[in-house]
């Protein structure tokens, strides 16, 4: 079974930068497409980055050029560097599998929360 801990969220002023880790078991980061979701209040779920098996990465419109996608793949791990926060990015933060590229599995962690003041 699938199994993400995300960790390093936290409160940070805008023009910030947080690290967001992503520790997976049950599956095998490098050879899987793994992306970062958010959900802020009231919002639904969206997609905010992923990276393929391939190393080729996507970022929503809102994301790019502030956040990085990257992996460790000797400890499983999925990170999320994001930079130039602005309070629109407040969130919880999620990582997950990606099957066909697209659709995420059902096992969700807890997140991370996210929050950046103005």
């Known amino acids: 079974q699938v199994q993400l801990v995300e960790s390093g969220g936290g409160l940070v002023q805008a023009g910030g930068s947080l690290r967001l880790s992503c520790a997976a078991s049950?599956?095998?980061?490098?050879?899987?497409?793994m992306g970062w979701y958010r959900q802020a209040p009231g919002k639904e779920r969206e997609l905010v980055a992923k990276?393929?098996?391939?190393?080729?990465?996507y970022y929503v419109d809102s994301v790019r050029g502030r956040f990085t996608i990257s992996r460790d793949n000797a400890k499983n791990t999925l990170f999320l560097q994001m930079n130039s926060l602005k309070p629109e990015d407040t969130a919880v933060y999620y990582c997950?599998?990606?099957?066909?590229?697209?659709?995420?599995?059902?096992?969700w962690g807890q997140g991370t929360q996210v929050t950046v003041s103005s």
């Open positions: 997950n599998a990606l099957r066909d590229n697209l659709v995420p599995t059902p096992y």
């Open positions: 049950g599956v095998t980061i490098s050879i899987s497409t």
């Open positions: 990276l393929t098996s391939g190393g080729t990465t």
